[in-house]
């Protein structure tokens, strides 16, 4: 019995120390910028300014379906899969739209690297532009995404909108800034582009 609460005890502790670990790792992640204009509890409404994006496309409609191949496909152009073998440092968040088409991942580059400097993928799928200079409506949630609370913080974000007198301009996408190993303290987002000033 002694033992069994012992090995109890210190995976507890290792479990503790590992997400701690995560927690702080994701803490020193280069974030995508933003200025917060207005807020309401967890929905916020952000300036965000332009940023350099690397995205793979995938027929996939669902968040299950598309999150982790596509993931891979990204996480291996940015790890050294490229013609110089550079490997470039992960931001937050990743983004990610679904549409009855197909899906769209996306990470955001470092803000120091140029259309000019970015080596070129090995992956042909993987492809660069420019998020525009905008306005996000965003709304946080905690835990774990899937398809249904996906769909439930879109309608929610929508109705947000609605009460707060803005125009959404453009599809609802979400964030998501934590990696899979982190249990605890999770954040995810889901943002519309919308007109600003109402």
């Keep these: 019995m002694r ?5 109890l005890l210190v995976a507890a502790v290792i479990f503790i120390v590992l997400q701690a670990f ?3 790792s994701t803490a020193r992640t280069e974030q995508q910028a933003y200025t917060v ?3 309401d509890g967890a929905f916020e409404v952000r300036h965000y300014p332009s940023a350099l994006l690397a995205s793979v496309e995938a027929p996939d409609t669902s968040y299950r379906a598309a999150a982790n ?3 891979r496909r990204l996480a291996g152009y940015i790890f050294g899969g ?3 073998n550079r490997s470039i440092a992960m931001t937050a968040p990743v983004h990610m739209e679904m549409g009855s088409g197909g899906s769209r991942m996306s990470f955001v580059l470092p803000s120091a690297m140029t259309m000019d400097s970015l080596p070129a993928p090995n992956d042909p799928g993987v492809s660069f532009g420019q998020l525009p200079e905008c306005h996000m409506a965003t709304l946080r949630f905690g835990g774990f995404a899937d398809d249904a609370t996906l769909r439930v913080k879109e309608a929610e974000l929508l109705a947000a909108c609605r009460a707060h007198g803005l125009e959404v301009a ?10 899979p190993w982190q249990l605890v303290a999770r954040r995810n987002e889901v943002a519309a ?3 600003w000033p109402r």
């Design 3 to 7: 033992v069994t609460l012992i090995v």
């Design 22 to 24: 995560t927690a702080v």
């Design 37 to 39: 204009v207005e807020r």
């Design 69 to 71: 191949p596509s993931f």
């Design 82 to 84: 490229n013609e110089t």
């Design 170 to 179: 453009g599809p609802v996408r979400f964030l998501g800034y934590d990696q």
């Design 193 to 195: 582009p919308v007109r």
